[in-house]
């Protein structure tokens, strides 16, 4: 301003100077923002690759133990026995699809771990919708979890990748690895979730391990759990003792000499559903490092609590071999049977959502003698 008087300008040009002056001033207000984005570096491709997961670099497939066929008996087993011993040293398989850093991220008190087939969409639905569904019992947090592998056609496949994809994007709730989702493919499902957790969910208190076709009572769960310590060992389901390999070719569980020469199986619960506590998911977790995998999942749970010291113990409210009704005169479907349980096997789909409905009507009665422990 000092220049300007001693040049004595006109009126006009002061404007003219003061005008600019402003119009520039306010165009560098505006201007930093767009600039600092063009100064920036450009891009690099791990940069605009965010936030898609990293890319692991392409794992060489599992192959088969063929030493294994050497055996005299090999030849004579079942396609399902031959396919478990070539591949039962696999044990690391690419995660298709996992769930969101969230699931875990505030305390989970009751992680619901369910093993589902990938073709089994309408189970899944359901258990969303139903005693799955996550939410806070007595301020205590559930979260829900499936456990799923891959279907045997490239064709299958392929469709029921998409369907888990979609459903992993929409629920966030499924955990999907690429190995063959087979009966006997199940320790190996259960194996891969214990060491999915240790990193990404060990702080849950306790696990619901179970199948989608089950009926949990899951606000009864939270009670029966709220009176236990999640720090000390917890392992409770259908308790099963004194039982061994079945060796009757015709059998769903049938495993030869070939697998397993030991004529007992240590006592184990019935893999349906059972609770664990975070120490007992720990100990499991420990033990499945050191044993072969063993073809069926609840009996190698078994095994893994055995080489801890550790026991199962039964619960009378869970009931994996279903509920028979105590009179005549009373359905075996009434709500008051299953009112007090914390978990029945075998639920139809809609027997499912008619059960959880009637549980929750406020109204719902029961009459002492109907309560079956
Ligand atoms: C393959 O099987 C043989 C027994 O038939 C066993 O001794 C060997 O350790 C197995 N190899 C692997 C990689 O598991
Ligand atoms: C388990 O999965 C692996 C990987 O897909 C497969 O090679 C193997 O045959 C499966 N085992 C059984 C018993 O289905
Ligand atoms: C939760 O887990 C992390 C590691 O996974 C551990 O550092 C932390 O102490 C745990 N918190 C509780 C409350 O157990
Ligand atoms: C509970 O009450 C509702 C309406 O208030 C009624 O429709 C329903 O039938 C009742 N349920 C039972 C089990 O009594």
Same mark, same amino acid.
């Given at each position: 301003?000092?220049?300007?008087?001693?040049?004595?300008?006109?009126?006009?040009?002061?404007?003219?100077?003061?005008?600019? +002056?402003?119009?520039?001033?306010?165009?560098?207000?505006?201007?930093?923002?767009?600039?600092?984005?063009?100064?920036?570096? =450009?891009?690099?491709?791990?940069?605009?690759?965010?936030?898609?997961?990293?890319?692991?670099?392409?794992?060489?497939?599992?192959?088969?133990?063929?030493?294994?066929?050497?055996?005299?008996?090999?030849?004579?087993?079942?396609?399902?026995?031959?396919?478990?011993?070539?591949?039962?040293?696999?044990?690391?398989?690419?995660?298709?699809?996992?769930?969101?850093?969230?699931?875990?991220?505030? =305390?989970?008190?009751?992680?619901?771990?369910?093993?589902?087939?990938?073709?089994?969409?309408?189970?899944?639905?359901?258990?969303?919708? +139903?005693?799955?569904?996550?939410?806070?019992?007595?301020?205590?947090?559930?979260?829900?979890?499936?456990?799923?592998?891959?279907?045997?056609?490239?064709?299958? #496949?392929?469709?029921? *990748?998409?369907?888990?994809?979609?459903?992993?994007?929409?629920?966030?709730?499924?955990?999907?690895?690429?190995?063959?989702?087979?009966?006997?493919?199940?320790?190996?499902?259960?194996?891969?979730?214990?060491?999915?957790?240790?990193?990404?969910? !060990?702080?849950?208190?306790?696990?619901?391990?179970?199948?989608?076709?089950?009926?949990?009572?899951?606000?009864?769960?939270?009670?029966?759990?709220?009176?236990?310590? =999640?720090?000390?060992?917890?392992?409770?389901?259908?308790?099963?003792?004194?039982?061994?390999?079945?060796? !009757?070719?015709?059998?769903?569980?049938?495993?030869?000499?070939?697998?397993?020469?030991?004529?007992?199986?240590?006592?184990?619960?019935?893999?349906?559903?059972?609770?664990?506590?975070?120490?007992?998911?720990?100990?499991?977790?420990?033990? #499945?490092?050191?044993?072969?995998?063993?073809?069926?999942?609840?009996?190698?749970?078994?095994?893994?609590?055995?080489?801890?010291?550790?026991?199962?113990?039964?619960?009378?409210?869970?009931?994996?071999?279903?509920?028979?009704a105590p009179s005549q005169h009373l359905?075996?479907?009434?709500?008051?049977?299953?009112?007090?349980?914390?978990?029945?096997?075998?639920?139809?789909?809609?027997?499912?959502?008619?059960?959880?409905? #009637?549980?929750?009507? =406020? *109204?719902?009665?029961?009459?002492?003698q109907?309560?079956?422990?």
């Open positions: 301003m000092r220049c300007l008087r001693h040049l004595r300008p006109n009126a006009t040009l002061i404007l003219a100077i003061v005008a600019f +002056t402003l119009l520039l001033l306010f165009s560098l207000q505006l201007s930093p923002p767009t600039r600092k984005v063009q100064e920036q570096p =450009p891009a690099t491709p791990e940069a605009l690759a965010w936030p898609t997961p990293p890319t692991h670099p392409a794992r060489a497939p599992c192959q088969a133990n063929t030493s294994m066929a050497n055996h005299p008996d090999f030849a004579k087993q079942p396609k399902n026995v031959q396919d478990f011993l070539l591949y039962k040293h696999c044990r690391d398989f690419p995660l298709l699809q996992d769930v969101p850093p969230s699931k875990c991220a505030q =305390p989970v008190f009751l992680l619901l771990v369910i093993k589902s087939s990938p073709t089994n969409y309408g189970r899944r639905e359901l258990l969303r919708r +139903t005693w799955g569904r996550e939410r806070k019992v007595r301020g205590l947090q559930l979260r829900l979890l499936f456990l799923v592998g891959t279907a045997s056609s490239p064709h299958q #496949a392929r469709k029921v *990748n998409r369907l888990l994809q979609l459903e992993a994007q929409t629920h966030g709730d499924i955990l999907q690895w690429d190995f063959h989702d087979s009966f006997f493919n199940l320790t190996l499902k259960q194996v891969l979730f214990l060491q999915w957790q240790e990193t990404r969910c !060990a702080n849950a208190s306790f696990v619901l391990n179970g199948d989608d076709d089950v009926f949990a009572h899951t606000d009864n769960m939270v009670s029966y759990l709220q009176d236990h310590d =999640p720090g000390r060992h917890l392992f409770v389901g259908q308790l099963i003792q004194n039982v061994g390999p079945i060796r !009757a070719l015709w059998s769903k569980y049938y495993v030869p000499k070939v697998v397993t020469q030991n004529e007992r199986y240590p006592p184990y619960c019935a893999g349906g559903g059972f609770l664990l506590s975070r120490f007992t998911a720990a100990a499991v977790r420990r033990a #499945a490092l050191v044993l072969d995998l063993f073809p069926i999942d609840d009996v190698f749970l078994g095994m893994c609590l055995e080489l801890e010291g550790l026991k199962p113990t039964s619960h009378s409210g869970i009931r994996t071999s279903g509920v028979r359905s075996s479907f009434d709500p008051c049977f299953y009112r007090d349980l914390l978990l029945v096997h075998r639920f139809l789909p809609y027997e499912m959502l008619l059960m959880w409905d #009637a549980l929750n009507q =406020p *109204n719902l009665t029961c009459s002492k109907t309560r079956i422990y």
